[in-house]
DNA sequence: TTGTATGCGTTATCAA
DNA sequence: TTGATAACGCATACAA
């Protein structure tokens, strides 16, 4: 225990013992098979003697696998990514391997430069909730032989695991909700839809869902809300009260992000609306605000540490020689209904 | 750039441009010094055809250093760790080294854990931002000569460089604020105290500016929350109010963080109380909701980017050897006055 | 059952 | 200026 500066070594633990540097490996990865006599004793004190502990860097390099996951975030800012890291740590660690972190800060270049730095680590497989918008640094993941699993985006051209809240289920919830609500006019708000696959799930889906008897006479439209742009916002959710009010109906959105969600919100205080009177709100993502922003904002929560469980445990399964057809896991979201969906007194707005 | 799945290295390198490999990693790492002549072309377009990258762990085993640094967060869901971290690592990354996350996920048992952790992989340095309930662990970090920056917490017995809100600058800016808004009585909300430094330190502020002429005939107390325990603090809340009336005086709670003000925010609605006008809210930590929950909270925001940049320039200074005496840098919040801290018509409440 | 020797991908020391 | 070679810490094939 009372050491130097230096870490020790293999041999430092194996002169101590006076046993060779392949007995204390022995007795480090075949203790069942290559069983030593008392022999063990000795390696054993020696190691906990020196605090020994084996370099995973050497173990790399020698085994050529290293027993660490790469994971590359789109944006650590978002609750949600965190929320799924979270998860997909526990089951890694579950299953001895080491997560190692690539946040490209949305800066979407940086999306081939992240794989390369984990590649670089030999990571032995990869858990992916990028922008997709670089798709020859993921097709190198591909490349590489080494398993990958997509978390919440689908990049094109790129057939493996994926797993993801079940966006038709959680846009249905939504809708139906919704129109259980009173609500007949409905406005989908995503951020711009890009090439993200979520995004545009939610889109269909939603449009899938108007087309279906389950929505009656409801109407709806999306919305694409860029960043900067309140003024877009305003007048897309003026709009939808217009239309509302000349259809009879009373006006909701769906918002298809948390980011969204307040940028919903945010809105509602530039308008001078009120939620769940003037206007009708439920935000896909659960945050830990939402029960207190206004009358209460309605959210489907997604199961994020799940995702982040699935993901892991599919590349652990894939790593120990799975090797089934890419599979696809979509796990249902929950409603959690609060005053932004209830209309007070029914559509009291101007 | 077409490759097989395996990674090429050194020897791939030096065999296409028919040199040594002591040639190539000379070209890598003494480019200026032993310049070859055409030879460099050479090996360069080997490189560049092979897409050629080192690999860290061996340059790691081989050099002795990682060009790693450890950072240890107590709670990664929390975004003002977030946010450090964000900050710390674009810095890395300038000067060329890559950070290595360890999350605590709250449960503090895994400190040393997560020190041993990193220290396996030969990290050059440790951001730390962890509860301190371990020494022990932290101090292995000291024994193994490496540099360590603490961030936002301090740790007995450690005598190291430090960065941190300026806690004094941050609980003066709330409470004259709360005062100059004509709030009289004030409570400072904070989580248990425990061995957390950066509480203790804001509670001790608060109490060193009660003692101050600038309260005047201000009154103030403290208050700490524990998780689960609603009850507790609907009744410090309520015993305010009333000290408050008694007094004369407006009744204000200063939240020591995120965390307590989303507390005092459910308070609110337990108890039916408005924010601004039955009671003052001012809170450490800016948040995206605080704009919207209520009339607006007011906050005092942390610069968790530059805390974070400068925790990570500390370690980066002393790893290129200089050996002052531990610094501590305290960097100053900014006041952001929302409706939360604003008495309507001078206090209506019961 | 244990020890010796080799190699993983690098860098650094020494000769050439 | 360049090329063998040893060593970093470890795991394993082989010999003892």
Redesign the interface.
């Known amino acids: 225990m009372t ?1 130097s ?1 230096a ?1 020790a070594t293999i041999a430092d633990v194996a002169r101590r013992a006076g046993v060779s540097k392949a007995t204390v490996s022995r007795f480090l990865n075949h203790r069942e098979t290559l069983l030593s006599s008392e022999i063990a004793q000795r390696v054993e004190v020696a190691i906990s003697e020196l605090g020994y ?6 173990q ?2 020698k085994r050529g696998r ?1 027993r660490l996951i790469g994971l590359v975030l789109a944006d ?2 978002n ?1 949600y990514s ?2 799924v ?2 998860g997909a ?1 526990m089951a890694c660690r579950a299953a001895g391997y ?1 997560v ?2 690539f ?1 490209l ?1 949305n800066e979407i270049e940086r999306e081939s430069a992240g794989i ?2 984990l ?4 990571v032995e497989g990869y858990i992916l909730n990028t922008m997709g918008h670089d798709p020859g640094a993921v097709m190198e993941t591909a ?3 080494k398993p990958v699993v997509l978390v919440d985006r689908l990049h094109a051209g790129l057939d493996v695991d994926f797993v993801s809240l079940d966006n038709r289920q959680a846009i249905d919830l939504c809708a139906t909700h919704l129109i259980e609500a009173g609500y007949g006019e409905l406005l989908l708000a995503t951020e711009p839809l890009g090439t993200v696959s979520s995004r545009i799930e939610r889109v269909q889906e939603f449009q899938a869902f108007l087309a279906t008897g389950a929505a009656g006479r409801t109407r709806g439209q999306y919305f694409e809300s860029a960043a900067g742009d309140d003024a877009a916002l305003d007048a897309a959710l003026r709009s939808l009260s217009t239309r509302a009010r000349k259809g009879g109906r009373l006006p909701a959105v769906i918002s298809s992000n948390a980011v969204v969600t ?1 940028r919903v ?2 809105a509602m ?1 530039r308008l001078g609306w009120r939620l769940g009177e003037d206007i009708g709100l439920v935000g896909i993502d659960e ?3 939402a ?4 009358p209460g904002i309605s959210t489907v929560s997604q199961p994020t540490g799940e995702l982040g469980r699935w993901a892991a445990q599919c590349l652990i399964e894939r790593l120990d020689g799975g090797a089934a057809a890419p599979r696809r896991i979509l796990l249902p979201g929950t409603l959690n209904v609060r005053g932004s969906s209830r209309p007070a007194a029914a559509g009291k707005h101007s």
Chains 1, 2 share one sequence.
Do not use: F, K
């Not at 502990?53 to 050497?58: L, V």
């Not at 029960?291 to 206004?294: D, K, L």
């Open positions: 050491q500066a870490r502990t084996p370099s995973p860097m050497a790399a390099l290293s650590i800012t609750p965190v929320a890291l979270r740590e080491l190692m972190l946040n800060g390369r730095a590649s670089s680590y030999r490349r590489q032989g307040l919100v945010a205080a945050t830990e605000w029960p207190y922003v206004g």
